[in-house]
């Protein structure tokens, strides 16, 4: 039996790249080839977080691939259908922005569009501060889009960050699964705050 094939894409959101790392490799881990993908931002930038070498460095490690950073490493994937399922994890408010509204200018972006010609579903992990301010309406307008799905998300910090939504990454596998069925995990909306609660 085949894998499924998934690209797995990265965008700027750099605190939540551990937890992108851990289900990157659960789902290499579950039998899936995955190959890996960095926003411009993802692939050139430093951070505190991580150096973006090592960023490199680690999708290779995981997935014994070199992650694709251009704009015509990805235009292929959609025309030659070399991936099942793609996957955005984590999806800034910029790229939600964009992906909302018909802009393509980045290779995860570019590759989701290419990956969608063939009705193959696309799955987005949010991870933003304006999730229920001005991305809130980006997020509305993906919810309605055909064959793309999202992973459970709730505010990870109602108290400091009222307005910040994040994935629940850890149901990112599940939500994979769900995805290649053409369905949607739910509930959507999560509680995934934990010791951040209101008390």
């Known amino acids: 039996m085949s894998k499924t094939r998934a690209a797995f894409a990265l965008t700027g959101s750099f605190c939540t790249f551990d937890k992108a790392f851990e289900q990157m490799r659960a789902l290499v881990n579950m039998g899936y080839d995955v ?5 411009f931002s993802a692939a050139q930038t430093d951070t505190r977080f991580y150096p973006c070498e090592r960023v490199k460095s680690i999708l290779r490690e995981i997935t014994g691939k070199d992650a694709l950073v251009t704009l015509p490493q990805v235009e292929p994937l959609g025309p030659k259908k070399l991936t099942d ?3 955005i994890a984590p999806m800034t408010g910029v790229s939600m922005a964009k992906f909302a509204n018909g802009i393509f200018d980045t290779p995860p972006l570019l590759g989701a569009k290419s990956h969608l010609r063939n009705g193959r579903p696309v799955l987005i992990a949010p991870s933003t501060n304006d999730g229920l301010s001005t991305a809130a309406e980006n ?3 993906i919810l309605n889009m055909k064959n793309v799905y999202m992973v459970p998300y709730g505010q990870d910090d109602p108290v400091r960050k009222p307005r ?8 990112l596998p599940k ?4 995805a290649l069925e053409g369905a949607q995990l739910q509930p959507i909306l999560t509680c995934n705050h934990g010791e951040n609660a209101v008390k």
């Open 139 to 141: 997020i509305g307008k």
């Open 35 to 39: 190959t890996p993908i960095l926003s």
């Open 175 to 178: 939500a994979a699964a769900c």
């Open 164 to 171: 910040s939504l994040v994935a629940d990454f850890a149901l």
């Open 85 to 87: 399922l793609y996957i």
